[in-house]
């Protein structure tokens, strides 16, 4: 995915797939960060 950030949550066990579109934020996916990635994503 083009210009897609990530952000680890450290509070949670948790990151976020994310991008800024202008001033807005489009969140992607919020996955637990023990769940494996799929690669076709």
Same mark, same amino acid.
């Not at 949670?12 to 799929?38: K, N």
């Given at each position: 995915?083009?210009?897609c950030r990530e952000l $680890? $949550?450290?509070t949670y066990p948790y990151r976020a797939t994310y991008?800024?579109?202008g001033d /807005?934020?489009?969140v992607f /996916? $919020?996955?637990h960060q023990?769940?494996?990635r /799929?690669?076709?994503w």
């Amino acid at each position: 995915m083009p210009d897609c950030r990530e952000l $680890i $949550i450290t509070t949670y066990p948790y990151r976020a797939t994310y991008s800024l579109q202008g001033d /807005r934020v489009m969140v992607f /996916r $919020i996955l637990h960060q023990h769940s494996e990635r /799929r690669e076709d994503w």
